[in-house]
């Protein structure tokens, strides 16, 4: 891995901090997901045991049954969600 995709990795992995907020934006997480994918893609490659690992996270499902979109998170569905964010964080630094 050259340095500057070590730096790119560094700063996505650096943004997970910022998606914890107590009501965290469904689009937000899923620009910065894309990102880390292609990210990950372009560095290891699209049939990567890095990718794949990375895509066996299980992250949280913002398409929660029977609820608005816009209805806040419960506590236990905050946790679920900054419990995948760690478990992504720990995958991420891993690669590094």
Same mark, same amino acid.
């Given at each position: 891995?050259?340095?500057? %995709?070590?730096?790119?990795?560094?700063?996505?992995?650096?943004?997970? %901090?910022?998606?914890? !907020?107590?009501?965290? $934006?469904? !689009?937000?997480?899923? %620009?910065? @997901? =894309?990102?880390? =994918?292609? @990210?990950? =893609?372009?560095?290891?490659?699209?049939? #990567? %045991?890095?990718? $794949?690992? +990375?895509?066996?996270?299980? +992250?949280?499902?913002?398409?929660? #049954?029977?609820?608005?979109?816009?209805?806040?998170?419960?506590?236990? =569905?905050?946790?679920?969600?900054?419990?995948?964010?760690?478990?992504?964080?720990?995958?991420?630094?891993?690669?590094?």
């Amino acid at each position: 891995m050259n340095p500057e %995709d070590r730096s790119k990795l560094q700063s996505l992995i650096g943004e997970i %901090d910022g998606l914890k !907020s107590r009501q965290p $934006a469904e !689009s937000k997480f899923k %620009d910065w @997901k =894309e990102k880390i =994918e292609k @990210k990950i =893609e372009e560095v290891f490659g699209k049939n #990567s %045991d890095q990718l $794949a690992r +990375f895509r066996r996270c299980r +992250f949280f499902n913002f398409n929660r #049954s029977g609820k608005p979109k816009d209805a806040p998170l419960t506590e236990a =569905e905050r946790r679920e969600y900054i419990q995948c964010l760690e478990e992504a964080k720990r995958n991420l630094l891993h690669l590094l």
